[in-house]
């Protein structure tokens, strides 16, 4: 059984984390997160640090506390460091196109998918292949990249598409020639 909801979370400086009623909010440098948590935990900071724990021990609390725990860190982390995302387009004529809050993708369709960055998210190029996507909601900046990614995923005879930076694709491979 995992022991994720056991472990205790160190806030970095710079860092305000602030607890009423059920609901836990962190402030930071990037920005500023808030959670509401389940009525079977108990959420405290002591000594510069965040503690999870159950009021029952349930199946269900169990659960939550480790779920808990993780959103927790993830939301310390995020807005003291924030967290990025790399995507690449591979293949003849796929590229990205980055101007303003827009980014236009070229996919090999017939047309361009054009994409608005939501709220919150900083997109760059740093090459028309390479995308890099940053923000300090490690939910929306993944959602947001896998929304990119789904535009056309990368295929597993010659491995184009759109796909994470130093993600490993499957090859298959072709039909064979007959004799």
């Known amino acids: 059984m995992s022991r994720i909801g056991n472990r205790r979370l160190t806030i970095p400086e710079k860092v305000e984390v602030n607890i009423t009623d059920n609901v836990i909010t962190v402030k930071g440098p990037k920005g500023e997160l808030s959670l509401t ?10 000594d510069n640090e965040v503690v999870v724990s159950k009021i029952k021990d349930t199946k269900e609390a169990n659960i939550m506390s480790g779920t808990t725990n993780s959103n927790i860190n993830n939301m310390i982390k995020g807005v003291s460091e924030g967290f990025t995302k790399e995507l690449e387009a591979v293949g003849v004529g796929y590229r990205f196109a980055v101007s303003g809050n827009k980014i236009t993708v070229s996919a090999g369709f017939s047309h361009n998918v054009d994409v608005q960055v ?4 900083t997109v760059t190029s740093p090459s028309n292949t390479e995308l890099t996507i940053s923000g300090f909601d490690k ?6 990249a896998a929304n990119i990614r789904k535009i056309r995923k990368p295929e597993p005879y010659k491995g184009k598409g759109i796909r994470y930076k130093e ?3 499957r090859r298959k491979e072709g039909k064979k020639a007959a004799k």
Request: proline residues 4%; without cysteine.
């Open 118 to 121: 939501p709220s919150g998210i």
């Open 139 to 144: 939910q929306k900046v993944s959602e947001f």
């Open 37 to 46: 948590f389940s009525n079977l935990l108990k959420v405290t900071v002591e």
């Open 167 to 169: 993600e490993h694709i």
